[in-house]
């Protein structure tokens, strides 16, 4: 089996059968479940060394980049109101 990327247009769904409407009745949306305490997606600019220093570092940590973004976002305004 490869591990290269295959588009969705080059996949063949023709042995999969349609779902009926009684199926698609009893579908459910599946996601993130709500706490209540969702975050919001922003953009910003960022230098691309910076960016890289902070993946480097969150690879390290085991974490993905965005939380540990987060997580030093919040400590600085953490030490900004001190």
């Known amino acids: 089996m490869s591990d290269e ?3 969705d ?3 063949d769904f023709s042995d999969i059968p ?3 409407p009684e199926e698609l009745k009893r579908a459910v949306r599946i996601g993130r479940p709500s706490t209540g305490k ?3 997606m922003i ?3 960022i230098a691309p060394n ?3 220093r902070i993946k480097k570092l969150a690879a390290k940590r085991e974490t993905p980049y965005q939380t540990l ?3 030093l976002l ?3 305004v953490k030490r900004q109101r001190a």
């Open 18 to 20: 349609e779902s009926t």
């Open 43 to 45: 953009a910003f600019r």
């Open 9 to 11: 247009r080059d996949i």
């Open 38 to 40: 969702a975050k919001h």
């Open 69 to 71: 973004l987060h997580e």
């Open 74 to 76: 919040e400590d600085a």
């Open 5 to 7: 990327h295959i588009l």
């Open 50 to 52: 910076l960016l890289s």
